[in-house]
Structure formats: C-alpha cells, structure tokens
C-alpha cells in the first residue's frame, strides 16, 4: 500500500488501500437501504401493494445470500480482483435496467440481478484476512465497516430526499453511476490478494468438512447472523412503522431512517480501537449486552405507552452500536478457522447472515399491522439479540475447552 499510485495501476498484486475496501463495502450498503422511502411511492406508480413491493427486499436479501455462497469459494480458487470486477460490471448494467423497467416483474429481475454486489460484501472482510492475522483483522474491519457506516446512515437520506425532488429512479440512478466509478477504481488499485489455489473447485472443497464441522466456525457465523438479524427485521419493519404508525413523510423517514447507523459508525470505531487488547469473544458478548439493554428498554417503553418517533428512533442506535462491536470480532473469527477458506467462510457467513436476514424482513413485514404499533418488531428484534447473546456465550465456552 506505499507503493506510488503510478505504479499501482500496473501492479496487480499490489493489495488496496483501505479506502477502497470501505468504497466497495459501501456500494453494496448502499444498494440494500438507499431506496427504502421510496417504498411507498415505487408501490403507487407499478400498481401493487406494499407487501408485494417489500419483494424487493426480501427476496434482494436471499438473492444476496445465495451469492456470497458461490462468491466466496471462486474467489478463493481464481482470486479476489476478477471476481470483484465481474461483479461490479453485472451490477451497473442492472442498475441501468432498473431505469428502465417499465413493469415491476422486469424491476424485480433487475433488482434481483444487482444482489451480485453483495460480492462486495464478502470480498472486503476476505481481502483484509488475506493480509493481516485475526486479531488485527477484526480491527481493521471494524475501521472498514465504520466508513462503511456512514453510507447506509447518509443512504435513506438522500433516497429520500432525491425521491420526494426527482422521483423514485434517482436513487438506482445514482447507484450506476457509483458502480461505473467502483469499477474504475478496483481496476486501477486493487491487486490480488489471494494465494492461487492449485486443482478445480472439486480439489479445493476437500478442506470443507474442516470449516463445515468447526463448532468455533458455526458460533462466529450464527452470532453474527443472529445479531445482523435484528437490523434486517428494522429493516423490513422500519418503513412501515414510520409511515404507518407516525405518518412520516419519505424526508423525514429518511432522515430518522438512519439512526441505526448512528450508533454502527460509532460501535465499529469501539471495535477498531480495543478489539485487539480485549480480544473478539468478549468483544462478541459486549455487542450483544448493548442491543439487548436497548430493545429491552424501548419494549417496556412501547408496552407503557411511552412511544414516540425520537423514542422509537432514538434507541434504535443501540442496534447500530451493539452490531459495530460486535459483527467485526464475529467476522474476523469465522474467517480465522480456516484463513486458506477465508473467501469460503466469509461468503459462507454472509449467506447465513442475509438469508437469515431476508427471512426476518418478511417476517417483520408481516407481523406489523396499523393496530398493533411497533411492538412486534420491538420484539422481534429483542429475541434475536438474545441468540446473539447466546452464541457468543458459546464461542467463549469453546474457547475455554480448547484453550484458545
């Protein structure tokens, strides 16, 4: 990363600064919340319901999964740089037919065709396990995801506010253009990270059963998924909840939308600076303690009656702080049961991670009615943090039986 930029264009094993591991990490944030106010009117001008427009969602969410499964192990046989320019190549081009979608079947198929950025995703966490150990791993994810933080926190934003002045389009028009210009970018500075793996895909799944079998792997991977879950169920919740129960314009849900991410920037920066002197089971445990005392509380307060949009908003930056301490000690972990399988065991994770999540979406979507206010998905959201809780109890145990 010292070599001169000059260079870096023509060098490709040269690893990426951290700037644009953040970027690619952002772009794909980015594409998952930034057109979530636009729910309603995007319902309004294709002619469908609300349910049948949140699709767009959940179903973006388990297309996400599905291709952090079949990124990750790619990536580990033919290196992380061309799989990643792929991606962002398939994303632009979808994004632009999203433009142009003139039924919401062909906008769905477009929609679903941009879940390859998730490679994004899986690919970051991997790059930065491929060049540093696990302990310094989970900090330099956690500064990752922290500058990750503050596009899905500016995302709803803007998406609002482009939507209430042009129309639901400028959002996916302005995740083109960024895909265009992360093109240009990963082409120009990411080298390949990757050891390059000897034999086909078949050669290299022989090392599965040790990843797929490790009691370590699983705790890292259902923590992370368990306390991710509760943010995807805001998520799908969320939008409803503002809209529905306090009457919010798109602006102003937008703008409240964000709150999560408040308190995300300021748990990853938590998790960059102690992550490494605490270590990333106890890291796991604090993470989890925080949301659960946050949804806790905004449960007793909803149940009181004591519900209003800065309470509600207000103490979902719990959520935000609890999974920036959290998710980069339980990332960083998974990927250190087997840092060969780093690209496996992220993309791996981040399929439990999103599917999980997607289900939890729908799920919220469902449970939210006009009379039963937020409630449900306050619950909802509280009994995931409690299996966080409870995995990250469990690495630790199995930490202590190994002697790790």
């Not at 001169?4 to 980015?30: C, N, S």
């Not at 969410?61 to 952090?68: G, H």
């Not at 209430?164 to 389009?169: E, T």
């Amino acid at each position: 990363m010292t070599a001169k930029p000059q260079v870096r264009f023509l060098d490709r094993t040269t690893p990426p600064h951290i700037l644009t591991l953040i970027l690619m990490a952002g772009l794909g944030a980015l594409s998952l919340n930034v057109f979530l106010p636009s729910l309603p009117s995007m319902a309004a001008y294709f002619g469908v319901d609300y349910t049948v427009m949140q699709l767009s969602v959940s179903l973006y969410l388990a297309a996400t999964a599905l291709v952090q499964v079949l990124v990750g192990p790619i990536s580990d046989r033919y290196g992380r740089r061309s799989v990643m320019l792929w991606a962002i190549g398939i994303f632009t081009l979808a994004s632009i037919g999203t433009l142009a979608a003139p039924t919401y079947s062909f906008f769905l198929v477009c929609r679903l065709i941009q879940a390859v950025i998730a490679t994004s995703l899986a690919l970051s966490r991997a790059v930065v396990r491929d060049m540093v150990p696990q302990d310094q791993a989970a900090s330099m994810i956690g500064y990752v995801t922290m500058g990750m933080s503050v596009v899905p926190m500016i995302g709803p934003v803007i998406g609002g506010a482009l939507d209430q002045a042009f129309g639901w389009r400028a959002s996916f028009a302005m995740l083109a253009i960024g895909g265009a210009a992360l093109f240009a970018l990963v082409l120009a500075d990411m080298g390949e990270t990757a050891t390059r793996r000897e034999g086909g895909l078949r050669a290299q799944a022989a090392g599965y059963p040790e990843l797929l079998t490790s009691q370590r792997f699983w705790g890292y991977c259902l923590g992370s998924a368990f306390a991710s879950g509760a943010f995807f169920a805001y998520l799908g919740g969320a939008p409803f909840v503002g809209t529905q129960v306090f009457g919010m314009a798109p602006a102003t849900l937008g703008f409240f939308f964000g709150a999560p991410a408040v308190g995300y920037l300021v748990g990853n920066g938590i998790s960059g600076r102690f992550s490494v002197r605490i270590g990333i089971n106890r890291m796991m445990l604090l993470g989890a303690s925080v949301t659960i005392c946050g949804m806790g509380l905004l449960a007793v307060l909803t149940l009181a009656g004591v519900i209003t949009i800065p309470v509600f908003f207000g103490l979902m930056t719990t959520v935000g702080l609890g999974n920036g301490i959290l998710l980069p000690s339980a990332n960083a972990g998974m990927l250190s049961v087997r840092p060969d399988l780093a690209g496996s065991a992220s993309g791996l994770g981040g399929a439990f991670m999103i599917g999980g999540g997607a289900a939890l979406s729908a799920l919220a979507g469902v449970v939210l009615t006009e009379s039963s206010g937020p409630l449900p998905l306050v619950l909802l959201m509280l009994a995931t943090s409690v299996c966080a809780l409870l995995m990250a109890l469990w690495v630790i145990r199995r930490a202590r039986i190994v002697g790790a």
